[in-house]
Protein backbone atom coordinates (compact mmCIF):
# COMPACT_ATOMS: atom_id res chain seq x y z
CA UNK A 1 0.00 0.00 0.00
CA UNK A 2 1.02 3.27 -0.77
CA UNK A 3 0.41 6.29 1.78
CA UNK A 4 0.44 9.76 0.08
CA UNK A 5 0.81 12.15 3.29
CA UNK A 6 1.33 15.41 1.70
CA UNK A 7 -2.33 16.52 2.82
CA UNK A 8 -2.55 14.57 6.10
CA UNK A 9 -2.41 15.22 9.56
CA UNK A 10 -0.71 13.01 11.81
CA UNK A 11 -3.64 11.45 13.04
CA UNK A 12 -5.26 10.80 9.70
CA UNK A 13 -1.97 9.33 8.48
CA UNK A 14 -1.93 6.79 11.41
CA UNK A 15 -5.35 5.48 11.52
CA UNK A 16 -4.43 4.79 7.67
CA UNK A 17 -1.62 2.84 8.44
CA UNK A 18 -3.23 1.35 11.60
CA UNK A 19 -6.48 0.60 9.35
CA UNK A 20 -4.69 -0.75 6.34
CA UNK A 21 -4.91 -4.78 5.46
CA UNK A 22 -1.16 -4.40 3.81
CA UNK A 23 1.69 -5.53 5.82
CA UNK A 24 4.22 -3.74 3.54
CA UNK A 25 3.19 0.41 3.54
CA UNK A 26 5.30 3.35 1.94
CA UNK A 27 4.46 6.71 2.75
CA UNK A 28 5.22 9.20 0.42
CA UNK A 29 5.81 12.86 1.10
CA UNK A 30 6.13 12.70 4.31
CA UNK A 31 6.65 16.06 6.05
CA UNK A 32 7.02 15.73 10.09
CA UNK A 33 4.01 13.86 10.27
CA UNK A 34 4.37 12.81 14.39
CA UNK A 35 3.74 8.92 15.87
CA UNK A 36 4.36 7.18 12.74
CA UNK A 37 4.56 3.57 13.27
CA UNK A 38 3.84 4.28 17.16
CA UNK A 39 2.62 0.57 18.89
CA UNK A 40 2.46 -0.93 15.25
CA UNK A 41 2.99 -4.57 15.17
CA UNK A 42 3.81 -6.86 11.83
CA UNK A 43 4.24 -3.84 9.49
CA UNK A 44 6.96 -2.99 7.36
CA UNK A 45 7.21 0.49 6.75
CA UNK A 46 9.05 2.85 4.28
CA UNK A 47 8.98 6.62 5.18
CA UNK A 48 10.01 8.83 2.35
CA UNK A 49 10.61 12.29 3.47
CA UNK A 50 11.24 13.78 7.09
CA UNK A 51 9.74 11.76 9.73
CA UNK A 52 8.57 13.77 12.96
CA UNK A 53 8.78 13.09 16.74
CA UNK A 54 8.13 9.50 18.39
CA UNK A 55 8.66 7.58 14.87
CA UNK A 56 8.24 4.47 15.91
CA UNK A 57 7.33 4.81 19.77
CA UNK A 58 5.94 1.81 21.58
CA UNK A 59 7.26 -0.65 18.21
CA UNK A 60 6.49 -4.06 18.37
CA UNK A 61 7.72 -6.52 15.64
CA UNK A 62 7.88 -4.07 13.23
CA UNK A 63 10.21 -2.19 10.85
CA UNK A 64 10.53 1.34 9.66
CA UNK A 65 13.00 2.63 7.32
CA UNK A 66 13.00 6.36 6.94
CA UNK A 67 14.47 7.11 3.27
CA UNK A 68 15.48 10.80 4.97
CA UNK A 69 15.53 12.57 8.06
CA UNK A 70 13.62 11.75 11.62
CA UNK A 71 13.00 14.45 14.15
CA UNK A 72 13.05 13.88 18.31
CA UNK A 73 12.49 10.59 19.78
CA UNK A 74 12.59 7.62 17.62
CA UNK A 75 11.90 4.60 18.77
CA UNK A 76 10.56 6.19 22.58
CA UNK A 77 10.29 2.78 24.80
CA UNK A 78 10.45 0.52 21.64
CA UNK A 79 9.67 -3.23 22.62
CA UNK A 80 10.75 -5.39 19.25
CA UNK A 81 11.36 -4.30 15.50
CA UNK A 82 13.95 -2.67 12.72
CA UNK A 83 14.25 1.28 12.55
CA UNK A 84 16.90 1.99 9.84
CA UNK A 85 17.71 5.93 9.02
CA UNK A 86 19.36 6.81 6.31
CA UNK A 87 19.65 10.43 7.48
CA UNK A 88 20.16 12.02 10.95
CA UNK A 89 17.87 11.44 14.07
CA UNK A 90 17.22 14.39 16.68
CA UNK A 91 17.50 14.44 20.74
CA UNK A 92 16.26 11.45 22.78
CA UNK A 93 16.52 9.44 19.90
CA UNK A 94 16.02 5.24 21.67
CA UNK A 95 14.64 7.08 24.85
CA UNK A 96 13.95 4.33 27.12
CA UNK A 97 13.68 1.27 24.48
CA UNK A 98 13.61 -1.95 25.98
CA UNK A 99 14.19 -4.09 22.63
CA UNK A 100 14.72 -3.63 18.99
CA UNK A 101 17.66 -2.25 16.92
CA UNK A 102 17.88 1.32 15.61
CA UNK A 103 20.06 1.81 13.07
CA UNK A 104 21.62 6.10 11.99
CA UNK A 105 23.65 6.76 9.49
CA UNK A 106 24.26 10.21 10.53
CA UNK A 107 23.98 11.68 13.52
CA UNK A 108 21.79 12.37 16.72
CA UNK A 109 21.00 15.09 19.38
CA UNK A 110 21.12 14.84 22.73
CA UNK A 111 20.06 12.15 25.31
CA UNK A 112 20.44 9.32 22.61
CA UNK A 113 19.84 6.43 24.47
CA UNK A 114 19.00 7.89 27.63
CA UNK A 115 17.39 5.31 30.26
CA UNK A 116 17.82 2.20 27.95
CA UNK A 117 17.24 -0.86 29.49
CA UNK A 118 17.52 -4.62 28.87
CA UNK A 119 15.58 -7.46 30.53
CA UNK A 120 16.02 -11.59 29.84
CA UNK A 121 16.24 -11.84 26.29
CA UNK A 122 15.41 -8.21 25.36
CA UNK A 123 18.71 -5.71 24.59
CA UNK A 124 17.82 -2.87 22.67
CA UNK A 125 20.85 -1.66 19.88
CA UNK A 126 21.50 2.14 19.14
CA UNK A 127 24.53 2.26 16.53
CA UNK A 128 24.82 6.37 15.26
CA UNK A 129 27.06 6.22 12.24
CA UNK A 130 28.37 9.80 12.48
CA UNK A 131 28.11 11.62 15.81
CA UNK A 132 26.22 12.65 19.15
CA UNK A 133 25.09 15.49 20.72
CA UNK A 134 25.52 15.64 25.06
CA UNK A 135 24.29 12.80 27.48
CA UNK A 136 24.10 10.30 25.11
CA UNK A 137 23.54 7.09 27.50
CA UNK A 138 22.43 9.02 29.96
CA UNK A 139 21.10 6.41 33.13
CA UNK A 140 21.51 3.55 30.73
CA UNK A 141 20.43 0.75 32.47
CA UNK A 142 21.39 -1.95 29.73
CA UNK A 143 21.78 -2.73 25.65
CA UNK A 144 24.52 -1.59 23.41
CA UNK A 145 24.83 2.02 22.18
CA UNK A 146 27.97 2.13 19.15
CA UNK A 147 29.29 5.76 17.72
CA UNK A 148 30.86 4.78 14.55
CA UNK A 149 32.02 8.55 13.27
CA UNK A 150 32.11 7.27 9.70
CA UNK A 151 33.00 11.02 8.48
CA UNK A 152 36.37 10.72 10.79
CA UNK A 153 36.34 14.40 10.89
CA UNK A 154 38.26 16.08 13.77
CA UNK A 155 36.74 16.91 17.00
CA UNK A 156 34.91 15.08 19.44
CA UNK A 157 32.74 11.64 19.18
CA UNK A 158 30.08 13.04 21.59
CA UNK A 159 29.12 15.76 23.13
CA UNK A 160 29.49 16.46 27.22
CA UNK A 161 28.32 14.40 29.64
CA UNK A 162 28.44 11.25 28.30
CA UNK A 163 27.08 7.97 30.31
CA UNK A 164 26.04 10.36 33.48
CA UNK A 165 24.15 7.90 35.69
CA UNK A 166 24.90 4.90 33.57
CA UNK A 167 24.63 1.24 35.82
CA UNK A 168 24.16 -1.20 32.90
CA UNK A 169 24.81 -1.87 29.07
CA UNK A 170 28.11 -0.89 27.19
CA UNK A 171 28.99 2.12 24.92
CA UNK A 172 31.31 1.98 21.97
CA UNK A 173 33.00 4.15 19.84
CA UNK A 174 34.81 3.31 16.89
CA UNK A 175 38.35 5.62 17.76
CA UNK A 176 41.88 4.39 18.18
CA UNK A 177 42.75 6.70 21.05
CA UNK A 178 41.44 6.00 24.71
CA UNK A 179 38.70 7.84 25.85
CA UNK A 180 38.65 10.70 28.50
CA UNK A 181 36.27 9.85 31.17
CA UNK A 182 36.89 11.59 34.62
CA UNK A 183 33.56 10.06 36.35
CA UNK A 184 34.70 7.74 39.11
CA UNK A 185 31.46 5.76 38.52
CA UNK A 186 32.38 4.97 35.05
CA UNK A 187 35.63 2.53 33.69
CA UNK A 188 36.88 2.93 29.95
CA UNK A 189 38.59 0.78 27.99
CA UNK A 190 40.11 -0.83 24.74
CA UNK A 191 37.29 -3.56 23.69
CA UNK A 192 38.32 -7.03 23.66
CA UNK A 193 37.73 -9.95 21.22
CA UNK A 194 34.75 -11.23 23.23
CA UNK A 195 32.79 -7.11 23.59
CA UNK A 196 33.28 -7.18 19.49
CA UNK A 197 31.57 -10.51 19.54
CA UNK A 198 28.80 -9.07 21.32
CA UNK A 199 27.89 -6.24 18.69
CA UNK A 200 29.30 -7.96 15.85
CA UNK A 201 26.32 -9.25 14.37
CA UNK A 202 24.56 -5.93 14.95
CA UNK A 203 27.18 -4.19 13.36
CA UNK A 204 27.23 -6.77 10.28
CA UNK A 205 23.42 -5.80 9.92
CA UNK A 206 24.28 -2.16 9.67
CA UNK A 207 26.77 -2.55 6.74
CA UNK A 208 24.51 -4.32 5.07
CA UNK A 209 21.38 -2.18 5.34
CA UNK A 210 22.98 1.12 4.83
CA UNK A 211 26.01 0.20 2.33
CA UNK A 212 28.38 0.32 4.80
CA UNK A 213 31.97 -0.82 4.02
CA UNK A 214 32.69 -3.88 6.47
CA UNK A 215 36.43 -2.86 7.08
CA UNK A 216 34.87 -1.05 10.20
CA UNK A 217 34.65 -4.16 11.26
CA UNK A 218 38.44 -4.51 12.10
CA UNK A 219 38.84 -0.94 13.52
CA UNK A 220 39.82 -0.66 17.12
CA UNK A 221 36.92 0.42 19.51
CA UNK A 222 37.04 1.67 23.02
CA UNK A 223 34.21 1.66 25.28
CA UNK A 224 32.81 2.62 28.53
CA UNK A 225 30.72 0.60 31.24
CA UNK A 226 29.67 1.22 35.13
CA UNK A 227 31.92 0.63 37.35
CA UNK A 228 30.19 -1.90 39.30
CA UNK A 229 32.47 -1.93 42.13
CA UNK A 230 30.52 0.82 43.50
CA UNK A 231 29.20 3.28 40.84
CA UNK A 232 27.90 6.04 42.73
CA UNK A 233 30.53 6.53 45.68
CA UNK A 234 31.31 9.62 44.34
CA UNK A 235 28.28 11.23 45.12
CA UNK A 236 27.75 10.27 48.54
CA UNK A 237 29.03 12.67 51.80
CA UNK A 238 30.16 9.28 54.04
CA UNK A 239 31.48 5.84 51.73
Known amino acids: MIIDAKNLTFDELNAAIRQSADREITVKNCFGQRYIGTGVEDKVITIEGTAGNATGAYLNRTDIRVKGNAQDA ?33 SVGYRAGIH ?97 DEKILADDYYMIIPNTDNPYKQLYTYN
Open 74 to 106: VGDTMNEGLIVIEGNAGDATGYGARGGKIYIKG
Open 116 to 212: MKAYKEKRPVLIIGERSGSFLGEYQAGGFIVVLNLSELPGKLVGNFCATGMHGGKIFFRTNKPLEISSASLLTRKAEQADMEEILPYLEEYCRLLGI
